[in-house]
C-alpha cells in the first residue's frame, strides 16, 4: 500500500521548529498500517528535515547558536553570497542535516522514542512556505 | 513483504562501535529476499547512526575527537546543560550523523561495499541501551 | 514492484558534482510508477551524496572551501593517516554528508524542488570510479 501528498507549511521564522503533530494530522491512514515506513522529502536546499528532542525549547535554540557558530555568514571563501548573507550557510546547513526522513510505522502510528520530534529547520530569514512530500508505505 | 523488529542494543560507551554483524544476526531472513531495503532507526536523540570504514579502529577513535572539536561540551551559547556537559553536544552530533540507515539488500545479502560496516554512534557519557527499529521490505 | 541496478561513475575530481541527469538516464523505468521511492546508495567510505542547488556553480564549490575549514586535513588528533591526508577527512565528510538519499517519486517523475540536484561529493583527492546501487519501488 502506498499513499503520497504533497503538503505546504506554514511560514516559519528562521530557526528550528517541532511539526510532528502537523506531520500527524495528514497522515490520518497510517492507522490501517501494520507495518511500514514514513518517508517525509523537503523540496527546498535551504531548509531541511532532522529528528530530535521535543520537550525542551532550549535544545533548538541551541541548534540555531551552534550551527551559525560552525556555518557562519558572511565567510571570505564563500563565492555564492548573490542571494544574500544567509543564503550560502542555510544550502552547507541542509545538506549536513538532510533533506529527508525516515520513520517506522508500527500497528499504526510512527514509532519515533519517546523524546523524538521532527524538526523543521529554516535556514533562511525570510524563508517561506515550505513544500514537504509525504510518502507512506506498508501493509 | 514487510518484517519488523524492535531489538535494544547492549550498552556502549562514549564513542563509535561497529554494529554490522549484530544486526545481521538480526534479520536471517532477508535471505529470502532478492531486492529490497533495510531500515535501522534509532529512538533515541543522543545517539546515532552512520556508515564508515569498519578496518582500521582509528577511523573510529579520530571521529570522537574530531566531532569533540567541532562541537564541544561547555560552550558558553548553550543553554540546554540541566542534563550534563556532554547531553546538548550530543544532541546536536546526533542530527549530524543521524537517526536512520537504509541499505539495499540484493541478492539475500546487505550491498555494502568491501569496507562499509554499520556504527553505532554513542554521544553520551552513559547512554544506556540503545534500541533499534529494524524494517525490512522487499521482494 | 521493485527493481535495483548497480552502477560506476565516471571518475570525478575532489570536488562537489551534479549527477542528476546520470541517475534519471539510468532507471527509465520510472516512467511506469505512479508512487514510490528512489533510493541511491553509494558504496564507499570517503565519499557521500547529498542534494542541493544545481543552478549556480558557486555553490559547490563554496561547499568543497567550507567543509575543508570544518573538516581540515592534518588535524593533530588524527591517528588514521597512513592512507593519506585526505583520508580521514573523506571519512568524516561522507559520515556528516550522509552514504544514500531517498526522493519520491510522483506521476513517473523524480519529485524534486525547482532548484535541487543530486550532488556526488567526492572527497579524495583521487577517489576512482564510485559504486551506486539504485533502487526503485512502487507502484
Redesign the interface.
Known sequence: M???K?ITLIQFPRGFHIITDEIIKQIPNINNIS???L?I?????SASL????DA?P??R???E??LN???PEN?P????TIEGSDD?PA??K???????????I?NGKL??????GI?LCEHRNHGGRR?L?L?I???
Request: aromatic share 10%.
Open positions: 502506498w499513499q503520497q504533497e507495518t511500514g515506513l518517508h522529502f523537503i523540496k527546498h536546499t532532522t529528528i530530535n528532542e525542551d532550549t535544545v535554540g541551541d541548534f547558536a551552534h557558530k560552525i556555518i565567510e571563501h564563500y563565492k555564492h550560502m544550502h552547507l541542509s545538506s549536513i542535516l538532510g533533506s529527508s526522513l525516515s520513520i517506522p508500527s514509532n519515533l522514542g519517546t523524546w523524538q524538526y513544500k512530500v510518502s508505505h506498508g501493509e
